[in-house]
């Protein structure tokens, strides 16, 4: 048997096991992620942060409809959503499906709960189909990934993977409640998270579908890539203090300009990241305290964000950006001084992953196009528990996520799905 696909060519996916329509997968994504989007904080947009009244609503119908695909549902204490499917084999080890399902403020439909619905809708295929599988099964639909409340990201799947700092527990959100509170107000008790413990030999990989959140597969004008890495991250701030001066008595040769030395700052972020493949920097914040039209800057803090697939790589950038800064410093006659904020390691994806997504792709009749994760994912904090692997959809409008403009198409969810259902059902 051999499924068409939505061109009209055929296509053994699944190795022929599935024989739902095109397309329907895909429409069935893209309505449960309308039916999840109708919960939110604001009535203005698109908005689900931490343990919310609507991403309870959201857990809620995770958990109905994990339980209707017939998994074994339960919802832990810090809100992940984790729905299991056990194997008949003896001593079957684990594969894990997950994705977040909270959001950005005035978010898209899509990031993180893509990856979670189209994972849920292999499943109820699975369980259509009869299918028996070498390895148990779950998915996690993680509480919290985009560190929006609290300022911390990968809060679901730190602790899921015995990764969550007690200290976290007395860290307060901007209404002044703390993440213990929030926590007991949910029904649950904050004291069990410090007992998550990290599992150890029972996972044999975790997998992630995410929407791209950029323009490389809309530009190759293919649906799907094999993320080949995640790339690592520095955040930090860079203060540069001047001399705050009268904008019109003021000599141009005598200016010691906080925002003129920042601006060349800004502009070798750009010339050192610019032509290196996965090398991105960023400025994406300026600050500048008591700013007014005819007064020469005396202070200027501006952000840095450097990521690349390989820490060696993203070092080097840094490295290289603060030596320009002591040189930019120098000329100008300010003082610089830098704060690091936050360092996360670059996470490879896993060589057989790519490989059994790759042939997935190829049995689908479609272009391999290996691309590495700019943005950073629950993948990570998998990263030396098991093999990582992350299957990436095209995403539309340009690329544009962490909007309402972010967009996916039915049909490259429905690959998507039908990809996923591959891999699982030819897992050798």
Known sequence: ?????????????????????????????????????????????????????????????????????????????????????????????????????????????????????????????????????????????????????????????????????????????????????????????????????????????????????????????????????????????????GTRNHAGSTPMDMRHDALAAAAEVILAVERRCRGVPGLVGTVGKVEIPNSAINVVAGTCTLSLDIRAPDDRTRDAAVSDIHHEIGCVAARRGVAALIKELMRMAAVPCSPQLRARLAGAIARAGLPIVELPSGAGHDAVMFDGLTEVGMLFVRCGNGGISHSPLETVTAEDADIAARVLFDVLTNWN
Not at 186 to 199: I, N, S, T
Not at 210 to 224: A, K, M, S, T, Y
């Open 1 to 241: 048997m051999r499924v068409e696909r939505p061109n009209g060519r055929d296509s053994a996916i699944a190795n022929g096991r599935s024989t739902a329509p095109a397309e329907v997968f895909g429409s069935r994504i893209l309505a449960l992620a309308d039916r999840l989007a109708q919960h939110s904080d604001t009535a203005d947009g698109l908005s689900c942060t931490f343990f919310t009244p609507a991403h309870r609503a959201v857990a809620a119908d995770l958990k109905r409809w994990m339980g209707e695909a017939g998994l074994a549902v339960e919802v832990d204490a810090i809100g992940n959503v984790i729905g299991r499917l056990r194997s008949s084999k003896s001593g079957a080890k684990t594969v894990v499906l997950g994705s977040h399902y909270d959001t950005v403020v005035n978010a898209g439909k899509y990031d993180g709960r893509l990856g979670i619905l189209t994972a849920l809708v292999v499943i109820e295929q699975l369980k259509t189909l009869k299918c028996q599988l070498p390895f148990n099964l779950n998915l996690i639909a993680f509480s919290e990934e985009e560190g929006v409340r609290f300022s911390i990201p990968y809060i679901g799947s730190r602790a899921v993977t015995g990764r969550f700092d007690p200290d976290l527990l007395q860290r307060t959100d901007a209404m002044g409640h703390t993440f213990a509170e929030i926590v007991r107000v949910a029904g649950f008790d904050p004291g069990e998270l410090a007992a998550f413990e990290r599992p150890r030999d029972n996972l044999q990989a975790y997998l992630e579908v995410h929407i791209e959140q950029g323009p490389v597969l809309l530009n190759r004008d293919v649906p799907l890539g094999v993320v080949t890495a995640i790339s690592g991250g520095v955040r930090q701030t860079v203060t540069i203090t």
